[in-house]
């Protein structure tokens, strides 16, 4: 059964770090690419991360970009995003996504305290 099982996010201070997870069954996350959203209250879900399947492109459209790593782990067949220098503003629920399945994660909370 595909499944993308998030984990990590929670509550830091700005200019903290954090790591999420997106554990996944049913698909190879070295074969597919895979993207990582957020939702901020209000506003709409906007893409913050991208690898494809092969691992040799990547994207990080603003307003992150420069504080994102995305990675996978074939051994766990998992993905990661490392999110540095965060900001108040980064507050919001985090999706990994799986576009060619069309599968979101249930979603992690992300709270920066300024």
């Known amino acids: 059964q595909l499944q993308l099982k998030q984990s990590g996010g929670g509550l830091v201070h700005a200019g903290g770090s954090l790591t999420l997870s997106c554990a996944v069954s049913?698909?190879?996350?070295?074969?597919?690419?895979m993207s990582w959203y957020r939702q901020a209250p209000g506003k709409e879900r906007e893409l913050v991360a991208f690898i494809s399947g092969s691992g040799d492109r990547t994207n990080f459209p603003n307003p992150m970009k420069g504080r994102l790593t995305i990675s996978r782990d074939a051994a766990n067949n998992t993905g990661y995003l490392q999110m540095a220098s965060l900001k108040p503003e980064d507050t919001a629920v985090y999706y990994c996504?799986?576009?060619?399945?069309?599968?979101w994660g249930q979603g992690t909370q992300v709270t920066v305290s300024s």
């Open positions: 996504y799986a576009p060619t399945f069309g599968r």
């Open positions: 049913g698909f190879s996350v070295t074969t597919y690419p």
